[in-house]
Protein backbone atom coordinates (compact mmCIF):
# COMPACT_ATOMS: atom_id res chain seq x y z
CA UNK A 1 0.00 0.00 0.00
CA UNK A 2 1.44 3.38 -1.52
CA UNK A 3 0.84 6.00 1.61
CA UNK A 4 1.61 9.74 1.15
CA UNK A 5 2.46 10.93 4.66
CA UNK A 6 2.37 14.53 3.94
CA UNK A 7 0.27 17.06 2.02
CA UNK A 8 -2.27 19.83 2.57
CA UNK A 9 -5.47 20.18 1.63
CA UNK A 10 -6.30 23.68 0.05
CA UNK A 11 -9.23 23.33 -2.35
CA UNK A 12 -8.41 26.80 -4.02
CA UNK A 13 -5.23 25.55 -5.34
CA UNK A 14 -6.46 21.10 -5.82
CA UNK A 15 -9.82 19.85 -5.14
CA UNK A 16 -10.64 16.37 -2.94
CA UNK A 17 -11.70 15.16 -6.25
CA UNK A 18 -8.97 15.54 -8.20
CA UNK A 19 -6.29 14.79 -5.46
CA UNK A 20 -8.12 11.39 -5.00
CA UNK A 21 -8.16 11.20 -8.99
CA UNK A 22 -4.36 11.81 -9.40
CA UNK A 23 -4.03 9.58 -6.51
CA UNK A 24 -5.71 6.46 -8.50
CA UNK A 25 -3.71 7.10 -11.35
CA UNK A 26 -0.10 6.95 -9.66
CA UNK A 27 -0.90 4.25 -6.92
CA UNK A 28 -1.79 6.03 -3.61
CA UNK A 29 -4.20 4.30 -1.54
CA UNK A 30 -3.64 6.80 1.04
CA UNK A 31 -2.93 10.20 1.76
CA UNK A 32 -2.05 12.24 5.37
CA UNK A 33 -3.44 15.75 5.00
CA UNK A 34 -2.68 18.64 6.79
CA UNK A 35 -4.50 21.89 7.19
CA UNK A 36 -2.70 24.34 4.35
CA UNK A 37 -0.17 26.84 6.43
CA UNK A 38 -0.27 29.99 4.21
CA UNK A 39 -2.58 31.60 1.31
CA UNK A 40 -3.09 30.29 -1.96
CA UNK A 41 0.43 30.06 -3.61
CA UNK A 42 0.82 28.96 -7.26
CA UNK A 43 4.16 28.97 -8.88
CA UNK A 44 5.58 30.30 -12.05
CA UNK A 45 7.34 27.93 -14.82
CA UNK A 46 10.35 29.76 -14.80
CA UNK A 47 14.31 28.80 -15.50
CA UNK A 48 14.78 31.97 -13.12
CA UNK A 49 12.97 30.05 -10.14
CA UNK A 50 14.34 26.60 -11.34
CA UNK A 51 18.08 27.78 -10.86
CA UNK A 52 17.11 29.52 -7.52
CA UNK A 53 16.22 26.35 -6.00
CA UNK A 54 18.84 24.42 -7.09
CA UNK A 55 21.63 27.63 -6.03
CA UNK A 56 19.53 27.40 -2.61
CA UNK A 57 20.02 23.50 -2.16
CA UNK A 58 23.41 23.89 -2.70
CA UNK A 59 23.86 26.54 -0.33
CA UNK A 60 22.15 24.21 2.40
CA UNK A 61 24.43 21.21 1.67
CA UNK A 62 27.68 23.09 0.69
CA UNK A 63 27.84 26.60 2.75
CA UNK A 64 25.09 26.15 5.24
CA UNK A 65 25.53 29.20 7.03
CA UNK A 66 24.64 31.58 3.90
CA UNK A 67 22.54 29.21 3.26
CA UNK A 68 20.43 29.15 6.67
CA UNK A 69 20.08 33.29 5.93
CA UNK A 70 18.46 32.88 3.16
CA UNK A 71 16.25 30.29 5.02
CA UNK A 72 15.22 32.27 7.52
CA UNK A 73 14.87 35.01 5.15
CA UNK A 74 11.56 33.54 3.89
CA UNK A 75 9.78 34.37 6.51
CA UNK A 76 9.16 37.42 7.96
CA UNK A 77 6.29 39.38 9.30
CA UNK A 78 4.16 36.49 8.98
CA UNK A 79 4.40 36.21 5.28
CA UNK A 80 6.18 33.68 3.58
CA UNK A 81 8.24 34.84 1.03
CA UNK A 82 8.98 33.56 -2.33
CA UNK A 83 10.62 34.82 -5.67
CA UNK A 84 9.31 38.40 -5.05
CA UNK A 85 5.73 37.53 -3.74
CA UNK A 86 4.62 37.41 -0.15
CA UNK A 87 2.03 35.23 0.82
CA UNK A 88 0.59 35.53 4.27
CA UNK A 89 1.40 32.54 7.24
CA UNK A 90 -2.01 31.22 9.13
CA UNK A 91 -1.07 32.01 12.74
CA UNK A 92 -4.23 29.30 13.53
CA UNK A 93 -3.68 27.02 11.01
CA UNK A 94 -7.90 25.49 10.11
CA UNK A 95 -7.73 21.75 11.11
CA UNK A 96 -11.61 21.50 10.69
CA UNK A 97 -10.43 21.86 6.22
CA UNK A 98 -8.41 18.29 7.42
CA UNK A 99 -11.66 16.75 9.19
CA UNK A 100 -13.87 17.56 6.33
CA UNK A 101 -11.93 15.97 3.94
CA UNK A 102 -11.67 12.92 6.01
CA UNK A 103 -15.33 12.75 6.96
CA UNK A 104 -16.01 12.55 2.32
CA UNK A 105 -13.75 9.95 2.14
CA UNK A 106 -12.86 8.02 4.73
CA UNK A 107 -10.84 5.55 2.77
CA UNK A 108 -8.61 7.75 1.23
CA UNK A 109 -7.27 10.31 3.62
CA UNK A 110 -5.94 10.85 6.88
CA UNK A 111 -5.12 13.67 9.24
CA UNK A 112 -2.30 15.56 11.00
CA UNK A 113 -2.90 17.87 13.75
CA UNK A 114 -1.62 21.39 12.95
CA UNK A 115 -0.92 22.96 15.86
CA UNK A 116 0.57 26.40 16.98
CA UNK A 117 2.28 26.21 20.56
CA UNK A 118 1.99 30.13 20.77
CA UNK A 119 -1.61 29.98 20.84
CA UNK A 120 -2.63 28.03 23.63
CA UNK A 121 -6.30 27.20 22.15
CA UNK A 122 -4.38 25.78 19.24
CA UNK A 123 -2.38 23.44 22.03
CA UNK A 124 -6.12 22.56 23.32
CA UNK A 125 -7.18 21.55 19.97
CA UNK A 126 -4.92 18.57 20.00
CA UNK A 127 -6.54 16.50 21.96
CA UNK A 128 -10.04 17.17 20.25
CA UNK A 129 -9.02 16.51 16.84
CA UNK A 130 -7.31 13.55 17.96
CA UNK A 131 -10.59 12.00 18.88
CA UNK A 132 -11.43 12.94 15.83
CA UNK A 133 -12.02 9.66 12.68
CA UNK A 134 -9.01 9.51 11.03
CA UNK A 135 -5.88 11.74 12.59
CA UNK A 136 -2.96 9.86 13.15
CA UNK A 137 -0.60 12.78 15.02
CA UNK A 138 0.13 16.36 14.80
CA UNK A 139 2.16 18.37 12.74
CA UNK A 140 4.23 21.55 14.16
CA UNK A 141 5.67 24.30 12.05
CA UNK A 142 8.63 25.65 13.74
CA UNK A 143 9.75 27.59 10.82
CA UNK A 144 6.55 29.41 9.45
CA UNK A 145 5.37 30.19 13.29
CA UNK A 146 8.69 31.25 14.47
CA UNK A 147 9.18 29.68 17.79
CA UNK A 148 11.72 27.93 19.41
CA UNK A 149 11.39 23.84 19.87
CA UNK A 150 11.21 23.84 23.27
CA UNK A 151 7.83 25.07 22.96
CA UNK A 152 6.67 22.47 21.53
CA UNK A 153 7.10 20.40 25.06
CA UNK A 154 3.71 20.18 25.74
CA UNK A 155 2.48 18.66 22.90
CA UNK A 156 5.34 16.26 22.70
CA UNK A 157 4.71 14.59 25.39
CA UNK A 158 0.85 14.24 24.79
CA UNK A 159 1.96 12.48 21.39
CA UNK A 160 4.58 10.61 23.24
CA UNK A 161 2.10 9.32 26.07
CA UNK A 162 -0.57 8.54 23.27
CA UNK A 163 2.20 6.86 20.84
CA UNK A 164 1.62 8.53 18.08
CA UNK A 165 3.97 10.58 15.51
CA UNK A 166 4.81 14.34 15.59
CA UNK A 167 5.58 15.40 11.99
CA UNK A 168 8.12 18.46 12.09
CA UNK A 169 9.41 21.56 9.52
CA UNK A 170 12.80 23.05 11.11
CA UNK A 171 13.34 26.13 12.00
CA UNK A 172 17.15 27.35 11.58
CA UNK A 173 17.51 27.02 15.45
CA UNK A 174 21.15 25.50 16.21
CA UNK A 175 21.02 21.49 17.03
CA UNK A 176 16.72 21.87 17.03
CA UNK A 177 16.74 18.85 15.71
CA UNK A 178 18.40 17.09 18.64
CA UNK A 179 15.82 18.02 21.61
CA UNK A 180 12.60 16.32 21.36
CA UNK A 181 14.85 13.02 20.83
CA UNK A 182 16.75 13.54 23.82
CA UNK A 183 13.77 14.45 26.10
CA UNK A 184 11.29 12.13 24.86
CA UNK A 185 13.04 8.82 23.72
CA UNK A 186 9.90 7.73 22.94
CA UNK A 187 8.24 9.64 20.79
CA UNK A 188 7.95 8.71 17.34
CA UNK A 189 9.31 11.90 15.24
CA UNK A 190 9.26 12.50 11.27
CA UNK A 191 11.61 15.75 10.06
CA UNK A 192 9.94 17.31 6.92
CA UNK A 193 11.78 17.64 3.79
CA UNK A 194 14.28 15.34 4.51
CA UNK A 195 15.19 17.47 8.12
CA UNK A 196 15.83 20.49 6.04
CA UNK A 197 17.26 23.05 6.82
CA UNK A 198 20.31 20.71 7.89
CA UNK A 199 20.36 17.88 6.21
CA UNK A 200 23.49 15.88 6.50
CA UNK A 201 24.07 16.90 10.16
CA UNK A 202 20.33 15.91 10.70
CA UNK A 203 20.97 12.45 9.16
CA UNK A 204 24.15 11.44 11.14
CA UNK A 205 22.29 12.32 14.21
CA UNK A 206 19.14 10.48 13.08
CA UNK A 207 20.46 7.32 11.90
CA UNK A 208 21.03 6.46 15.69
CA UNK A 209 17.82 7.38 16.89
CA UNK A 210 15.67 4.38 17.08
CA UNK A 211 12.41 6.53 17.23
CA UNK A 212 12.99 9.61 14.48
CA UNK A 213 12.78 9.16 10.42
CA UNK A 214 12.39 11.67 7.74
CA UNK A 215 10.59 12.42 4.74
CA UNK A 216 11.41 13.18 1.15
CA UNK A 217 8.62 15.67 0.29
CA UNK A 218 8.71 19.01 -1.21
CA UNK A 219 10.56 20.63 -3.98
CA UNK A 220 13.15 21.72 -1.25
CA UNK A 221 14.23 18.61 -1.91
CA UNK A 222 15.17 16.99 -5.84
CA UNK A 223 16.31 13.15 -6.73
CA UNK A 224 19.98 13.75 -5.68
CA UNK A 225 19.13 14.51 -2.04
CA UNK A 226 16.49 11.88 -1.43
CA UNK A 227 18.82 8.90 -2.53
CA UNK A 228 21.84 10.69 -0.06
CA UNK A 229 18.87 10.62 2.20
CA UNK A 230 18.51 6.91 2.26
CA UNK A 231 22.12 6.41 1.39
CA UNK A 232 23.08 7.98 4.70
CA UNK A 233 19.59 6.68 7.04
CA UNK A 234 18.66 3.41 5.61
CA UNK A 235 15.42 2.75 3.72
CA UNK A 236 13.77 2.18 7.08
CA UNK A 237 13.97 5.63 8.01
CA UNK A 238 12.73 7.32 5.32
CA UNK A 239 8.96 7.91 4.18
CA UNK A 240 7.05 9.09 1.20
CA UNK A 241 5.81 12.11 1.14
CA UNK A 242 4.77 15.23 -1.91
CA UNK A 243 4.15 18.44 -0.09
CA UNK A 244 1.32 19.26 -2.31
CA UNK A 245 -0.31 21.00 -3.25
CA UNK A 246 2.60 23.29 -3.20
CA UNK A 247 4.64 23.45 -6.26
CA UNK A 248 1.46 23.79 -8.32
CA UNK A 249 1.73 26.21 -11.57
CA UNK A 250 -2.26 25.83 -12.09
CA UNK A 251 -5.14 25.12 -10.49
CA UNK A 252 -6.18 22.12 -10.51
CA UNK A 253 -2.91 20.68 -12.25
CA UNK A 254 -0.82 18.61 -9.65
CA UNK A 255 1.89 15.92 -10.91
CA UNK A 256 2.29 13.12 -8.53
CA UNK A 257 4.13 11.14 -10.61
CA UNK A 258 7.63 13.99 -9.75
CA UNK A 259 8.09 12.87 -6.37
CA UNK A 260 6.61 9.74 -6.49
CA UNK A 261 9.84 9.28 -9.42
CA UNK A 262 12.02 10.03 -6.89
CA UNK A 263 11.56 6.58 -4.89
CA UNK A 264 10.98 5.12 -7.73
CA UNK A 265 14.15 5.51 -9.49
CA UNK A 266 17.06 5.05 -6.55
CA UNK A 267 18.76 2.20 -6.64
CA UNK A 268 17.83 -0.39 -4.31
CA UNK A 269 15.43 -3.40 -4.41
CA UNK A 270 11.72 -2.79 -5.11
CA UNK A 271 11.24 -4.24 -1.59
CA UNK A 272 13.00 -1.61 0.54
CA UNK A 273 11.27 0.66 -2.18
CA UNK A 274 7.97 -0.72 -0.31
CA UNK A 275 8.69 0.57 2.73
CA UNK A 276 9.77 3.94 1.79
CA UNK A 277 6.17 4.30 0.25
CA UNK A 278 4.25 3.33 2.74
CA UNK A 279 5.24 0.59 5.01
CA UNK A 280 7.39 2.28 7.18
CA UNK A 281 4.70 5.03 7.56
CA UNK A 282 1.81 2.06 8.50
CA UNK A 283 4.33 0.94 11.25
CA UNK A 284 4.19 4.52 12.88
CA UNK A 285 0.74 5.19 13.01
CA UNK A 286 -0.48 1.41 13.80
Not at 52 to 76: E, T
Not at 88 to 99: R, S
Not at 134 to 139: H, L, N, P, S, T
Amino acid sequence: MNIDCHFHVDETMLTLEKMIEGMDKHDVAKTALIAPMNETMFELDSTFQHNLQSFFRFLILNAPRIGLKIYDGLVKDGNFKLYGNSYKIFTKPDNDLVAAAIERFPDRFLGWVAVNPLIPESVKDVEVYLNKPGFIGVKAHPFMHEYSIKALDPVAAICESKGIPMIIHLSSEPDSYKYLPRNYPNLKVIYAHAGLPFWKKLWKFVKDQPNVFVDTSSDYLNPSIVQDAVESLGYRKVLYGCDGPYGMKKFNEYDYSAKKSWIESLQIPDNQKEYILGKNFLGLIN
